[in-house]
């Protein structure tokens, strides 16, 4: 069981930036592949990006190419979310995702992730 906390979220104006960060309670953190979800209010939750293993792979939601970028630190075992020209639309609680899997591919299914951290607020002030 890995133990996930996710920081960072806030109030940002539209076109400002954040940097969410999640940090994976294991040494192994190079073990998993890590996702980004998000849930926005009245909404179902939604998949908004994923890192494998080595950092190598990454894939987005259409929604936020270009704007965010996900990355990791391994030696920190720790995930980032930057966010940058955002909009009133990525307003929801951002929730960091793992799952043990050291292949190249990817996936956006929520029940593909076992663990979860509680998630961050992030508004989007316009």
């Known amino acids: 069981q890995v133990q996930l906390r996710e920081s960072g979220g806030g109030l940002v104006q539209a076109g400002g930036s954040l940097r969410l960060s999640c940090a994976a309670s294991?040494?192994?953190?190079?073990?998993?592949?890590m996702g980004w979800f998000r849930q926005a209010p009245g909404k179902e939750r939604e998949f908004v990006a994923t890192?494998?293993?080595?950092?190598?792979?990454?894939h987005y939601i259409d929604s936020v190419k270009v704007r965010f970028t996900i990355s990791r630190n391994n030696a920190e075992n720790t995930v980032y979310l930057q966010m940058d020209s955002l909009k009133p639309d990525d307003t929801a609680v951002y929730y960091c995702?793992?799952?043990?899997?050291?292949?190249?591919?990817?996936?956006?299914?929520?029940?593909?992730?076992?663990?979860w951290g509680q998630g961050t607020q992030v508004t989007v002030s316009s």
């Open positions: 995702a793992a799952r043990a899997y050291r292949g190249t591919g990817y996936t956006s299914r929520e029940d593909e992730y076992p663990n």
């Open positions: 294991v040494r192994t953190a190079s073990y998993y592949a």
């Open positions: 890192i494998n293993w080595s950092g190598s792979n990454t």
